[in-house]
Each structure stands twice: as C-alpha cells, then as structure tokens.
C-alpha cells in the first residue's frame, strides 16, 4: 500500500506560480510512474503530467505545456509539479498518483494509488 500526500496548493494571483509537492510513504518510490491530475468544479478529472520511474520520461497536457513542470527526487520519495504563469482556468483539486507499471501514463485507470488532493485557486 503507498500513501500519497500532497502539498503547496493555496490561492495565487493569474500570472504567478506554485510548487506542489506530493510525499510518497514507500521505499520503493523509484518503481512507481506518477502522476498529476486536477479536478474542476463540476469537470472529470483530467490528466495534467506524468513521469517515468527514472525521470527520464515525461507527458503532458496540452494545456500546461510549458508552463508546469513535473520532477521527482527518489531520494526523498517526493513528486513535484512546478506550475508557472497560473491562469484561472487552471483552478481546481490537484492529485497526485502512483503507477505499478513505471513508464508514463495519461488515463487515470493506469495509476493504482491516489493522494486526497490540494486545492489550487487562481484568481484574475
């Protein structure tokens, strides 16, 4: 069983940036693919970035291309997602996710294990 817990959402200006961070309780981190994804009021979740086991390889949407960035440090058992140049749109409940099968991964029926979320809220 991993547990995920994930941190650094809040309320930010459009224009500004936020580091969220996803904290994995296994020592077997360095096996898992993982995954962000965002829920919107009223939306279906959807796939924001994913990175192989390694870091080697990673995905994303298109509507972050650019401006996030998904990292990860075996080391420390820790997911990051560095998110620059927030818009309104990109307002929602953000989750990280754990993969058994360790490439990169877009559909969320792919990932075994889920984080409650944090909330990030960008205001114009």
């Known amino acids: 069983q991993v547990q995920l817990v994930e941190s650094g959402g809040g309320l930010v200006q459009a224009g500004g940036s936020l580091r969220l961070s996803c904290a994995a309780s296994?020592?077997?981190?360095?096996?898992?693919?993982m995954g962000w994804f965002r829920q919107a009021p009223g939306k279906e979740r959807e796939f924001v970035a994913s990175i192989s086991w390694g870091g080697g390889a990673t995905d994303y949407a298109d509507s972050v291309k650019g401006r996030f960035t998904i990292s990860r440090d075996n080391a420390k058992n820790t997911l990051y997602l560095q998110m620059n140049s927030l818009k309104p749109e990109d307002t929602a409940v953000y989750y990280c996710a754990a993969s058994q099968v360790p490439r990169v991964h877009t559909i969320a029926t792919n990932y075994d294990y889920w984080g409650q979320g944090t909330q990030v809220t960008v205001s114009s």
């Open positions: 296994t020592r077997t981190f360095s096996s898992y693919a």
